[in-house]
């Protein structure tokens, strides 16, 4: 239940991604969240006049989650000659005890790239970037060009190293003029609105110098703002109490739910009052309606039929290939994952594309909620294969390590991200948390069909209808993943009432 962390991470990175943010030399930024201090961004280019030109950021952020602490840190690095052509780039993720190290090198028709993770390294050829983009060191010349020439709508498209090796495009937005105080001393900013494709409808309003530096720049995540102003070193890595996250991300329904692991059928309105609610992941039990731009009907049956995608087809291993492939969050080819599933499937049968079968996904939830024993929000963001041998985390940590283990199987696996009911949690009652499951692929009759599975509980209750489904991910770029940015205008806004539920038989009389 941490994806309000991950959706403040992807909103930290976007903003820290924004070009234009600094000028040669070192610069700092200290970054708060609803007031409070939570961490700081470092950004260092070299000089634009040397042969090679470097851009250099990182960054830290420290947030409570029920009381447990959490740190992150990101860093990357960008190398460019002075004319702007690209010779490597990196990254590096510190979450809790996990380390992800990628580094790329440009080659003349290829990337070439690096990956350690858990004490492994691969190697890799990737194709280059499509289409026309521009380094990082290139593209703030660009938007200084532009700006200075007076434009009023800026875009391009660039490479943040931390968001994967797409570009991703910008548009800047001039939005008028401000005077902000900056150490001490009042100066003329001009403001601009900035868009990314990786959450288009997250926008981040930037204040700039006559310099090209910014000075200060601010998101949403709902109710929740987040800030980055620049500041002196010390100021920016000064003491402080993180903010806490996690209990200010809940949803209070309308009305309880009585016995919410027992619910076999319910429809909710889902609703931004005021705002757009976003199309939600149908598959599954859950269908959803819409009522008007800010609200959906979502309606989840168990025992309705699912989603069916007909009969295996020619083109089927293309189309589950998203589903099936090894991420660095979903690494499935490492021994200790695979052997797991050999002890979870023991007894099932053969596995293999023949095998897809939902008694053969069945038993490896089930593994999946014994194996994991340590169950606790301490963990940040465990790859399956860090679980497989710390058997430690939370949802997330259960549904990359049985997303995991069914694409080893040749099952087709996605990563669902949405809400849970829950009439106890972190001291609250009667809340929806966000929260994260499993969606598999499997034969049903002839057909294919997508299931849910939810390896956070126990073998007697398998799947209840007090889950929502919002986005589905394919896992592969884990903390930066794109499908996080349609939760940002959730978080802190979303209304849920709670319009029909139905339970199982014996289940629908008797108390609280």
Not at 370 to 390: C, M
Not at 396 to 421: C, K, N, Q, S
Request: charged residues 30%; neutral net charge; hydrophobic residues 40%.
């Amino acid at each position: 239940m941490r994806h309000a962390l991950r959706c403040l991470c992807l909103l930290l990175l976007t903003c820290a991604s924004h070009v234009g943010l600094a000028r040669a030399g070192t610069t700092w930024h200290l970054v708060e969240l609803g007031g409070s201090p939570a961490g700081w961004l470092r950004t260092t280019i070299s000089d634009p006049d040397d042969p090679t030109v470097r851009t250099e950021q990182a960054m830290l952020l420290e947030v409570h989650r029920d009381g447990s602490p959490v740190k992150l840190r990101f860093e990357s690095w960008f190398e460019e000659t002075r004319d702007g052509v690209p010779i490597r780039m990196g990254a590096r993720q510190r979450v809790g005890a996990g380390e992800t190290f990628r580094e790329a090198r440009f080659d003349r028709d290829h990337l070439r790239v690096i990956t350690e993770q858990g004490g492994r390294r691969t190697e890799s050829r990737e194709p280059l970037p499509k289409g026309p983009w521009l380094p990082p060191a290139a593209a703030r010349r660009y938007v200084e060009q532009r700006a200075g020439a007076g434009a009023d709508r800026i875009t391009l498209r660039t490479i943040d190293p931390l968001s994967g090796l797409a570009p991703v495009a910008y548009e800047r937005v001039r939005a008028g003029t401000d005077e902000l105080e900056v150490f001490g001393r009042t100066i003329a900013t001009t403001r601009w609105t900035v868009t990314t494709t990786p959450s288009p409808g997250v926008p981040s309003t930037e204040w700039i110098d006559a310099d090209g530096l910014a000075v200060r720049t601010e998101a949403s995540m709902g109710e929740l703002r987040l800030t980055m102003r620049l500041a002196t070193e010390a100021e920016a890595t000064g003491e402080r109490e993180p903010p806490e996250l996690l209990t200010t991300t809940f949803v209070r329904p309308s009305r309880a739910i009585e016995h919410p692991r027992h619910v076999r059928s319910a429809s909710y309105v889902l609703r931004i009052p005021g705002g757009e609610m976003p199309d939600v992941a149908d598959a599954g039990a859950q269908r959803s309606e819409r009522l008007s731009p800010e609200a959906l009907r979502v309606t989840v049956d168990l025992d309705a039929s699912g989603s069916s995608t007909g009969r295996p087809r020619r083109n089927e291993a293309r189309r589950d290939a998203p589903s099936l492939a090894a991420t660095t969050l979903l690494d499935h080819k490492d021994p200790a994952v695979r052997t797991l599933v050999r002890q979870a499937t023991a007894g099932t049968g053969e596995g293999g594309r023949e095998n897809r079968t939902p008694i053969r996904a069945e038993a490896m939830r089930r593994f999946v909620y014994d194996y994991i024993t340590d169950k606790h929000l301490d963990v940040a963001f465990g790859t399956a294969s860090e679980t497989a041998r710390s058997r430690a985390g939370d949802c997330t940590e259960h549904a990359a390590l049985l997303a995991a283990m069914l694409r080893a199987d040749a099952i087709p696996a996605r990563l669902v991200i949405g809400l849970i009911y829950a009439d106890r949690f972190a001291g609250e009652r009667d809340i929806f948390a966000y929260h994260m499951w499993v969606r598999a692929l499997v034969m049903i009759d002839g057909q294919a069909r997508w299931v849910d599975l939810d390896a956070t509980l126990p073998r007697d209750t398998p799947f209840d209808a007090t889950h929502i489904a919002i986005v589905e991910s394919s896992g592969e770029n884990g903390l930066t993943d794109a499908g996080f940015a349609r939760l940002v205008p959730l978080m802190g806004r979303l209304q849920i009432e709670v319009e029909r539920v139905e339970h199982a038989p014996s289940r629908r009389e008797g108390s609280r």
